[in-house]
T-cell receptor, first 116, second 113 residues
């Protein structure tokens, strides 16, 4: 399967703990996006990378959130000192973009985070 | 700021019939792309159809077609010959010039046998 993969699929943690999610994009894709989706809502943009450079971060991404894409391949999203409001589905998507931002973004299955 | 609005939280349709999902958006950009994504229950999001704003012709993908009205900033999705597998949440999305997607709130579609 050469689609976007995410790990873990589910994560339950206690408030105050740190969590880290991983996303493996489609191998030839240079762009990688993180979105957050709460129940019954549309995804909201968090951040994106072009290769290893993080080019934009949403104001939704507080100081407790950090994302990396160290070698322009996989990416990690870390949440420090989790809060109950962080409970959501975290989606990763990737695309190939060479000037045309309208190319399809392929989504992974998501990581569902529950903060108790 | 760009916004996307889907005013129908839930819809239902009988199998084999046609249904239209509504979407409006707001932007000051002239060149952009619009998408409809499908998110089946407990499954990942997949692209249904894409429309380039500079193309006047409405996009079509098999049973799925759009009615794109640029001046009205309207982008509706028509599903013909609805199938049980079309049951899902449908999201209208606008792509920002940086490449990030801006989604609507979604419409839950139930196809009834």
């Amino acid at each position: 399967d050469t689609g976007v993969s995410q790990d873990p699929r589910h994560k339950i943690t206690k408030r105050g703990q740190n969590v880290t999610f991983r996303c493996d994009p489609i191998s030839e894709h240079n762009r990688l996006y993180w979105y957050r989706q709460t129940l019954g809502q549309g995804p909201e943009f968090l951040t994106y990378f072009q290769n290893e450079a993080q080019l934009e971060k949403s104001r939704l991404l507080s100081d407790r959130f950090s994302a990396e894409r160290p070698k322009g391949s996989f990416s990690t999203l870390e949440i420090q000192r989790t809060e109950q409001g962080d409970s959501a589905m975290y989606l990763c998507a990737s695309s190939w973009t060479s000037g045309n931002v309208g190319n399809e973004q392929f989504f992974g299955p998501g990581t569902r985070l529950t903060v108790l | 700021a760009q916004t996307v609005t889907q005013s129908q939280p839930e819809m239902s349709v009988q199998e084999a019939e046609t249904v239209t999902l509504s979407c409006t958006y707001d932007t000051s950009e002239n060149n952009y792309y619009l998408f409809w994504y499908k998110q089946p229950p407990s499954r990942q999001m997949i692209l249904v159809i894409r429309q380039e704003a500079y193309k006047q012709q409405n996009a079509t993908e098999n049973r799925f077609s759009v009615n794109f009205q640029k001046a009205a900033k309207s982008f509706s999705l028509k599903i013909s010959d609805s199938q049980l597998g079309d049951t899902a949440m449908y999201f209208c999305a606008f792509i920002h010039l940086t490449g990030k997607l801006i989604f609507g709130q979604g419409t839950t579609l139930q196809v009834k046998p």
